[in-house]
Every structure is written in structure tokens, then in C-alpha cells.
């Protein structure tokens, strides 16, 4: 089969080439890929900052894919061929509280990615693709709506009125506005950019900020809701900006740590965390059973990714080269 092939860390060995098309063991699935998603992890990967001593060397990168079950192994009864699927990132992660060691079985690293013709999922990982979604939408569900939806709902137990601040523009924060907004939240919406700060407005955000125009955003935050804080973050910014998240949360309330577009590291002041007893916690996505409970609300409330370009399988490079410029909601890679 055709399949990007990431031979070395950098872009520049990612290469198009072939690769045998694997075979579905027992409890497997042979998916026929029709689209992935990039996400931040892809890149990082790339970059040789994301679990570098788990990257195999050749990968086929890239988590997040839909298609359509082809051939399925011994004893297969959840799916059969016809059904248009999801991968799941944590693919042993179905429910409950993560294992110690959920990052060993993710797609796109170490497990081979749906940036090729084909891929395999096992049948308890596979999600059923929404039938509203074409392969290109359910492709950008897996981890960017899924965190966000895991941080705002199972985690973040967030109601009808409460507020949520939510960083930046990209594939997690879009979904997050849009899923907080039909939750019934207040969502506030920072960006460096104020054309993007008018489109989040469009899809839910009652209040913006420019994070650029102004630095200390959690001032403004505060003065936004009368001196309080937000009652939820999702902090995908990380580095020492996690300071600035816990003085925008209200007394007792709850920050979803996401990402680390600022750093990997911080400098953390533990006394504003220790006398606003701010609830900081660590989100890797999601198990599939919260998977399944998202597609079934997407559905119900009509929600569509937000996509910012879909390239195809010979622009793969392209992609990821937007996917580091920002975009705005999501990167769709047309597979077949
Ligand atoms: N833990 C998990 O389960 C999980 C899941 C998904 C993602 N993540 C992590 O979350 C982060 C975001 O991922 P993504 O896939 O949504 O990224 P993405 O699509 O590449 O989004 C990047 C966007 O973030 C915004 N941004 C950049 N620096 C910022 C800053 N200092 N403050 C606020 N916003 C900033 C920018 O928006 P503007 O252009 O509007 O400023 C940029 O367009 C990454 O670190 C990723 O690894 C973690």
C-alpha cells in the first residue's frame, strides 16, 4: 500500500513511499483510510519533542483517521465491512481511569498511523464515524473534539450558565467553544488574532481577548466576570502561563491542563494554587466510552468541525507545514 513514512525526526524525512498492507489479527479490523486529521502531537512527533524513545523508525504518522472497514479478523462482532469507523487514540483505554502505560498503544506513535491506504484497529477500540459526518469531519474527532469534550464534561462536570475560558484557535479550542456553547456555558475565547476573535464569536463565544494586545488576559478575564474567574479552564498554552490560568479561575475551581504550546515546563507559584484551591489537572484525551458519548450529543446538537483546509495524500507535507503556521479549527489530510 501507499504510506507516509517518517524514516528520521524533521519534515524533510517524511517520505511517500510503500509499505506491506497489514493483515487484521483476531478482534481486528482492516480499515480503508479516507481521512486523517493533524493535531499538534503529529508535529511534535515530527519535531522529535513528543515521546521521541517511543517513535518507531519507519512510522506511519498520525493518529486520527475515519474510513471504512474492509476485512475484519477472527471472532469481529462489534463491526463488519461497510461500517465507516474512528480510530481511538489510547486504543486500550475504554473506559474507567486510564492504565499507567495508555501512551504505549496510540495510534500514529508507536502503533503505525492512518497516514497510508490502510490501517488497523482493533474492533473494542473502533469507534462507530457519525453518519451525519463525511470521512474528512469524523477525521477530526478522535483527539481534538474528544479532549475537548472530556475536559468540559467528564471532567469539568460544567452546567448550563457557568463560564469557560478557552485558548487560541486551534483544533481543540474550536470544538471546545462549540461543544461549551451548546452546553449552555459562558465561553470566553482568547486568540492573537482579532479576524479569528470575529469567527469564534460566530460559533459561540460571548467575550474574546487578544492574548497579544494584552499580555496579562487573566486581568481581563477577571474583570469579565466581576473579579471571580471563570469557573473552567483548558489551558492548551502551558509553560508559565499556567500562573496566569489559575489567577483567570475562580476560588475552587478547575483547570483541564491540555497542552504546552509555550513549554513543555513551568515555573509554578503554589501559593495562588494552594489559597484559590484550584483543582489542576493533567487530561490525555479520553476513553472510548466517552468517545461514544460525544458523537451521540455532536449529533444531537448538529455540531460540524470546523475545518481550516482539507490537502490531499501527496500534499501531506503541506499540511503539517500550515499545522505550524496555526490554523484556525482543523487540518484534513484526503487519504481515498
Ligand atoms: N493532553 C491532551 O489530551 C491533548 C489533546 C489535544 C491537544 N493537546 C495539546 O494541546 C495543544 C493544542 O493542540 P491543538 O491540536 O489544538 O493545536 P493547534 O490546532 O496547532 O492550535 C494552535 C493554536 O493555539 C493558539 N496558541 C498558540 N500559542 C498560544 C498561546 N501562547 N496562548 C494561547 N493560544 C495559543 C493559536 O491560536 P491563535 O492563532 O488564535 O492565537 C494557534 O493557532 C498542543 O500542545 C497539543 O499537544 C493535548
Redesign the pocket.
Given at each position: 500500500m501507499k504510506a507516509w513514512l517518517l524514516n528520521d525526526f524533521g519534515l524533510d524525512n517524511l517520505v511517500l513511499g510503500e509499505a506491506p498492507t497489514p493483515q487484521p489479527k483476531a478482534g481486528e479490523l482492516l480499515v480503508k483510510v479516507g481521512a486523517v486529521s493533524?493535531?499538534?502531537?503529529d508535529?511534535?512527533i515530527v519535531d522529535g519533542i513528543?515521546e521521541p524513545h517511543l517513535v518507531p523508525k519507519p512510522l506511519i504518522p498520525v493518529s486520527d483517521a475515519a474510513g471504512t472497514v474492509v476485512a475484519i479478523g477472527d471472532g469481529v462482532t462489534r463491526f463488519k465491512a461497510g461500517d465507516r469507523v474512528n480510530s481511538h487514540l489510547y486504543s486500550r483505554w475504554l473506559d474507567g481511569a486510564p492504565g499507567p502505560d495508555e501512551s504505549l498503544y496510540s495510534f500514529g506513535s508507536p502503533l503505525p498511523g492512518g497516514l497510508a491506504e490502510y490501517m488497523i484497529i482493533h474492533e473494542q477500540s473502533a469507534v462507530r464515524a457519525p453518519d451525519a459526518m463525511s470521512d474528512e469531519e469524523a477525521a477530526t474527532l478522535p483527539?481534538?473534539a474528544l479532549?475537548a469534550w472530556y475536559s468540559l464534561v467528564d471532567f469539568g462536570q460544567l452546567q448550563p450558565g457557568q463560564s469557560v475560558l478557552v485558548?487560541?484557535?486551534?483544533?481543540?479550542?474550536i470544538f471546545t467553544i462549540q461543544i461549551a456553547a451548546a452546553l449552555g456555558a459562558r465561553v470566553i475565547a482568547?486568540?492573537?488574532?482579532d479576524d479569528?476573535?470575529e469567527a469564534v464569536k460566530k460559533l459561540g463565544a460571548s467575550d474574546v481577548v487578544n492574548?497579544?494586545v494584552t499580555p496579562q488576559w487573566e486581568q481581563e478575564v477577571l474583570r469579565l466576570t466581576g473579579g471571580k474567574g471563570v469557573d473552567l479552564l483548558l489551558d492548551?498554552?502551558?509553560?508559565n502561563?499556567v500562573n496566569q490560568s489559575i489567577a483567570a479561575t475562580k476560588a475552587g475551581g478547575r483547570i483541564a491542563?491540555?497542552?504546552?504550546?509555550?513549554g513543555q515546563e513551568t515555573q509554578l507559584n503554589l501559593m495562588p494554587l494552594i489559597f484559590r484551591q484550584t483543582t489542576l489537572r493533567?487530561?490525555?484525551?479520553?476513553p472510548r466510552s466517552s468517545f461514544d458519548r460525544m458523537n451521540v450529543f455532536l449529533n444531537d446538537k448538529k455540531i460540524r468541525p470546523v475545518i481550516d483546509h482539507v490537502y490531499t495524500f501527496e500534499e501531506a507535507r503541506e499540511a503539517y507545514q500550515h499545522?505550524a503556521r496555526?490554523?484556525?479549527?482543523?487540518?484534513v489530510i484526503k487519504v481515498s
Open positions: 493533524l493535531n499538534y502531537r508535529k511534535a513528543y483527539i481534538a479532549t485558548q487560541g484557535t486551534g483544533g481543540v479550542s482568547t486568540s492573537s488574532r479569528n476573535l492574548y497579544r492548551v498554552a502551558g509553560g502561563g491542563q491540555i497542552g504546552f504550546l509555550t493533567g487530561i490525555a484525551v479520553a499545522l496555526g490554523p484556525f479549527g482543523k487540518v
